[in-house]
């Protein structure tokens, strides 16, 4: 496949999920920064938007609205990918929902929209993808969880469980799928300023936060994409089944 997309192209095929914006955009940009193809699973329409930016000469990337509470929608969106490649190299699990609420009020649809998108996705689309990647021989899956799995937080009821559960289900992925040469691990951040993260964590509750990581700031959505590089190139092949909390310091109180 490379040759068909310049001669810098490095060959491989990424999914990125939540690539509209935040942390999944970061990622595919900085994919693309090095050559890698991307397909963007969004349900919002400006992935379009961010796919015809990325998309040049020696890189393909494109767009497909993804629906992922909807488990027929994600097997089609997978299947389009592999029938235009043939192939998927790497997968990054990064759109995430999150409703607060104490744990009295929280609304049962919230529940199920959370996990739903949060941990259901996942799983589905890692057991499609790493069906081509045991065909390759090879593959990586990156999930982008949250220190909120690793940590109580107030309001985040759905939220915590299914973080929570996401790093769990990697590391079975992680157990199951080592000896097809396929490596899968979390990554867990702390409060990243994404365009969402910065309203949410603007004035005092941000400074009141702050306060509470030992590094004295947030994360920057870069910082994230590149943390994601670095474990799906082969210098992190003998990796897998890790969570990676970058939080500058604020879980291991």
């Known amino acids: ?33 090095e050559k890698i193809n991307v397909f963007l699973f969004d349900l919002k329409e400006d992935v379009f938007k961010i796919a015809k930016k990325l998309n040049n000469i020696d890189v393909f990337a494109k767009a497909i609205k993804t629906d992922l509470t909807d488990k027929q929608n994600i097997k089609e969106a997978v299947l389009s990918v592999l029938n235009t490649t043939g192939k998927i190299d790497i997968l990054v699990n990064c759109a995430g929902v999150v409703f607060l609420d104490n744990v009295e009020d929280l609304k049962e649809e919230e529940w199920d929209i959370t996990i739903a998108v949060n941990l259901k996705a996942p799983f589905i689309l890692s057991q499609e993808v790493s069906k081509s990647m045991i065909a390759n021989k090879g593959g990586k899956i990156i999930n982008i969880a949250s220190q909120a799995g690793v940590i109580a937080l107030e309001k985040h009821a759905a939220y915590c469980a299914s973080k929570a559960g996401l790093i769990g289900l990697t590391k079975v992925f992680a157990i199951e799928l080592a000896k097809f040469n396929i490596q899968v691990n979390a990554i ?12 949410a964590w603007a ?51």
């Open 1 to 33: 496949m490379g040759s068909d997309y310049g001669k810098e192209n490095s060959g491989k095929v990424a999914i990125i999920t939540g690539a509209a914006q935040g942390i999944g955009k970061a990622i595919s940009e900085k994919f693309v920064k």
């Open 188 to 199: 867990s951040p702390t409060v990243i300023l994404t365009e969402l993260g910065k309203k």
């Open 203 to 253: 004035g005092k509750r941000g400074e009141e936060m702050i306060k509470k990581i030992p590094a004295g700031r947030f994360g920057y959505p870069e910082e994230i994409a590149s943390a994601v590089y670095y474990l799906i190139s082969k210098d992190a092949d003998l990796i897998t089944g890790e969570n990676l909390i970058i939080d500058g310091g604020y879980t291991i109180q």
